[in-house]
């Protein structure tokens, strides 16, 4: 439906998905793109890698410090061997806990995730469930850690055919989120978990109600603009879209440019320094008269059809 | 993005001017202005409940969530039908996916999962994957009859099998004495924390993986366990040969029965996924597989447990117990897990988990 309405949109509207909610509502879901998740993947690892290394030098310092106060390695093996178990436990919470744990909060998505707006999701529509994160996460060591170790290894030839063997194998894992239509990966595949976007949008003003849409002249020079039947055919949705963007962003060179193809579209005579009252006018028209065909069930996508 | 943040840091004081409903020129503006102040008080509340604030959360915020979200949703359905405003449907589409997953969300915290996980949740799973535990059992058994009958056959495969770091005193030819060296009780703890940490994050490492690689259809898993029952299979020989069965036995049981186990229930769980690929039945292999997969990561975190358990015995009883003492230790955990995995919540599989 809105693959035939916004042509802008149609490169979205192949990873887009209507999940059917319990009360039966179809709730549009859009497939993480491939290139966010990785981008997303970059920043958790990164995230993690500072932190492992800040807390490692924090204990190496902490360490140092016994050193000194006790004045030699005899004393204090107790305090160290503290120390040395913190870390251990603390790099596996770390490598295996992150991920988990971030997912399972109320927004599931890792903070790599929540930067480029994705989230994990479960498939079937029902809630994700703690089980489903575990198992995803899993299975991060063989799709990503075993691969690029494998896949560094065999061009040395060390491993002989056996390595390239072994390197061709893991890479099916890693790619295999190019081979399936919901970019899912392995973990993804047995979890039963897809990762979606997770738009946050914040409610801008309403059109309508300002400016020469609202009054039908403008403020400036108290000129009325009419558009007659003709005049508003000529375009569509798409080109509505458009104008509703130019006007929220309120460029002036944006506006002048788009005034001046209108007017040249239409027949009219492009006047200056009034562009925005003439575009709000037409905006208001020509959606009254799109979403009146609407409601007659005739939908006009954009200016060719 | 901004504006709900800063309302809600300054409580409760956002109340949205009424709008000018009858100022809207179009039709399909009048019907978001009329509803507007409904989405926003949403968006409020779904905005609290994602960062986790729920105490701050009033009674009505609460009861009201699911009539909000519903008639969000209402909106969005009408909306795409009468308005061509990208702006507010892009907005509704997103403010009823983020209600969704909130109103959908997880019903109880970390704490209540894990008690119903463990008083019950892991022995159910377990008990589902009982043919895979008892094949990856059988693979086990025939890993360590291999590993002894190669061993015995020529001496050279000893070392083709066990890695380096156990083969320092171990070896064939090896004298009586040096052996049951190996086996001796420690003088006192000292370091044994810090190697009971590596163990078990060592051994976690490598059950998670074994489950990993259970999802290229068991195989890999299968091998693994075979490859690490040889080693076993082998200095079970070299042992045997010095006369040290019973003592080797002690050594290994004190940790060994809950290690081993848990390592058998890491490579069960990735053969059940495997499995579930492999032969879907009716099922779709997405369904099995997903299936089978929330199943086994139940099993993992168990055996993550296990792995902590073993670690600590490994560490401590092992090295500082004699010999009656390792092999009682190992018997009671042994039979410890038996009874919780197999004979405990049973009864609360008739109701409705």
């Known amino acids: ?305 | 993005m901004k504006a709900p943040i800063l309302r809600t840091l300054f409580g409760k004081a956002e109340v949205a001017p009424p709008p000018d409903i009858e100022a809207a020129a179009l039709r399909s503006d009048r019907f978001r202005l009329e509803r507007e102040h409904d989405w926003r008080r949403l968006e409020d509340i779904v905005v609290r409940m994602e960062k986790g604030r729920l105490r701050g959360l009033s009674d009505e915020d609460v009861l009201a969530l699911p009539a909000l979200y519903r008639t969000a949703a209402s909106s969005l359905a009408v909306a795409r039908e009468t308005s061509l405003d990208a702006a507010t449907l892009d907005y509704l589409d997103s403010l009823v996916q983020r209600a969704w997953f909130q109103v959908y969300g997880p019903r109880h915290g970390f704490v209540a999962w894990l008690r119903q996980f463990l008083g019950g949740g892991l022995s159910r799973a377990i008990r589902a994957i009982w043919l895979d535990i008892c094949i990856a059992l059988a693979v086990m058994v025939a890993g360590t009859v291999a590993g002894w009958l190669l061993v015995a056959q020529d001496k050279e495969w000893y070392y083709a099998f066990v890695p380096v770091q156990f083969a320092d005193t171990r070896v064939p030819g090896a004298s009586r004495e040096v052996l049951l060296e190996s086996l001796q009780v420690e003088k006192d703890a000292q370091g044994m924390s810090a190697f009971a940490a590596f163990l078990f994050s060592n051994n976690a490492g490598v059950s998670i993986l074994a489950f990993a690689l259970g999802f290229a259809f068991g195989i890999p898993s299968l091998m693994l366990l075979i490859h690490n029952m040889a080693i076993l299979g082998a200095m079970l020989w070299l042992y045997h040969e010095a006369g040290l069965t019973l003592e080797f036995a002690a050594w290994l049981s004190v940790h060994g029965t809950t290690e081993l186990f848990a390592i058998l229930l890491a490579g069960a769980a990735g053969m059940h996924i495997g499995r579930s690929m492999a032969f879907p039945g009716n099922r779709s292999i997405l369904s099995a597989a997903s299936e089978s997969g929330r199943r086994g990561a139940q099993v993992m975190v168990g055996v993550v447990l296990m792995l902590v358990a073993a670690a600590l015995l490994e560490a401590f009883p092992r090295q500082l117990v004699g010999m009656e003492g390792r092999l009682t230790i190992g018997a009671v955990m042994l039979l410890f897990w038996l009874a919780y995995f197999f004979a405990f919540g049973r009864k609360r599989k008739a109701t409705p988990a």
């Open chain 1, 1 to 305: 439906m809105t693959s035939q309405a916004a042509p802008h949109l149609a490169h979205r509207a192949r990873r887009r998905r209507d999940v059917v909610t319990p009360e039966g509502i179809a709730l549009p879901f859009t497939v993480a793109g491939r290139s966010a998740r990785a981008g997303a993947l970059l920043l958790d690892l990164v995230i993690m890698f500072v932190t492992g290394v800040l807390v490692t030098l924090a204990l190496i310092w902490i360490a140092g410090g016994l050193f000194d106060a006790v004045g030699g390695p005899g004393q204090m093996s107790g305090a160290v061997e503290f120390i040395v178990i913190l870390w251990t436990l603390f790099w596996f919470l770390l490598w295996n806990g992150y991920f988990m744990v971030m997912e399972m909060g109320p927004r599931g998505a890792t903070f790599g995730k929540r930067a480029a707006g994705i989230r994990v999701a479960s498939r079937d529509g029902g809630r994700l469930t703690p089980e489903a994160v575990v198992a995803r996460n899993l299975l991060r060591d063989i799709e990503l850690f075993l691969p690029i170790v494998f896949l560094l290894n065999a061009p040395s030839g060390d491993g002989g055919l056996a390595g390239i063997a072994a390197a061709a194998w893991f890479a099916v894992f890693l790619l295999f989120p190019f081979f399936n239509r919901d970019s899912l990966r392995a973990g993804d595949l047995i979890a039963g978990t897809w990762v979606v976007e997770a738009p946050r949008a914040t409610l801008a003003e309403a059109l309508s109600t300002e400016g020469a849409a609202r009054a039908g002249s403008s403020a400036l020079t108290g000129a009325e603009y009419r558009f007659g039947e003709a005049e508003l055919a000529v375009y569509g949705e798409y080109e509505l879209q458009t104008l509703e963007r130019v006007l929220r962003d309120g460029r002036p060179e944006a506006l002048e440019s788009v005034h001046e193809a209108i007017c040249r579209k239409i027949g009219w005579n492009p006047g200056k320094g009034d562009e925005r009252a003439f575009l709000e006018a037409f905006y208001a028209q020509l959606r009254a008269r799109l979403e009146a065909d609407m409601r007659f069930g005739k939908r006009k996508a954009d200016k060719f059809s």
